[in-house]
T-cell receptor
Framework: AQTVTQSQPEMSVQEAETVTLSCTYD???????LFWYKQPPSRQMILVIR??????QNATENRFSVNFQKAAKSFSLKISDSQLGDAAMYFC????????????FGPGTRLSVLP | NAGVTQTPKFQVLKTGQSMTLQCAQD?????MSWYRQDPGMGLRLIHY???????DQGEVPNGYNVSRSTTEDFPLRLLSAAPSQTSVYFC?????????????FGSGTQLSVL
């Protein structure tokens, strides 16, 4: 079974600075997808970024980018120019390829943004 | 489109009571799922469905039942609530068209079992 680990329960960053959230996963599969989801206090789950394992290029979405290291099974999220609205719980998630539809989520990292 | 609608948003039960958490989506998604969220454990899959009439167990199915009589609805039933079922519950539906996929979440149900 796949597992997702986030070793940082809490992180903080100064507004306008850069922060990196860590995620590691364990799988024996070669085809899979990785995600970062954001959960603000409203409890809404918001997709931040998606990475296909077969792509070597790291995904980016505006201020959000990932560092995907397939051999090390590492998938970190970098948030540049942090904003107060980035404060939230961040979940790393894994989904199998080959018609897999279920997601495995990590325990989450709570990010605080300091003004 | 309303997206994924969950009701109720909050619920308090006594041990042994039963209840149904409702989940409905109006996007004609085949895949629907239920997760529970507990501090320090992320979201864990309870049950999922890949279409009307088809359901299967996830990681933590004990104490929960589901059914899928229509594409739109995917209710989660607690037959005899226990304090260990105190959690926040999320319903989600998913669509994938080629490489474009999206997971839609409901707004969650905060359940307390006393």
């Amino acid at each position: 079974a796949q597992t997702v680990t986030q070793s940082q329960p809490e992180m903080s960053v100064q507004e306008a600075e850069t922060v990196t959230l860590s995620c590691t996963y364990d799988t024996s599969e070669s085809d899979y997808y990785l995600f970062w989801y954001k959960q603000p206090p409203s409890r809404q789950m918001i997709l931040v970024i998606r990475q296909e394992a077969y792509k070597q290029q790291n995904a980016t979405e505006n201020r959000f980018s990932v560092n995907f290291q397939k051999a090390a099974k590492s998938f970190s999220l970098k948030i540049s120019d942090s904003q107060l609205g980035d404060a939230a719980m961040y979940f790393c998630a894994y989904r199998s390829g080959n018609y897999g539809q279920n997601f495995v989520f990590g325990p989450g990292t709570r990010l605080s943004v300091l003004p | 489109n309303a997206g994924v609608t969950q009701t109720p948003k909050f619920q308090v039960l006594k041990t042994g009571q039963s209840m149904t958490l409702q989940c409905a989506q109006d996007m004609n998604h085949e895949y629907m799922s239920w997760y529970r969220q507990d501090p320090g454990m992320g979201l864990r899959l309870i049950h999922y469905s890949v279409g009307a009439g088809i359901t299967d167990q996830g990681e933590v199915p004990n104490g929960y039942n589901v059914s899928r009589s229509t594409t739109e609805d995917f209710p989660l039933r607690l037959l005899s609530a226990a304090p260990s079922q105190t959690s926040v519950y999320f319903c989600a539906s998913r669509i994938q068209i080629y490489s474009n996929e999206k997971l839609f979440f409901g707004s969650g149900t905060q359940l307390s079992v006393l």
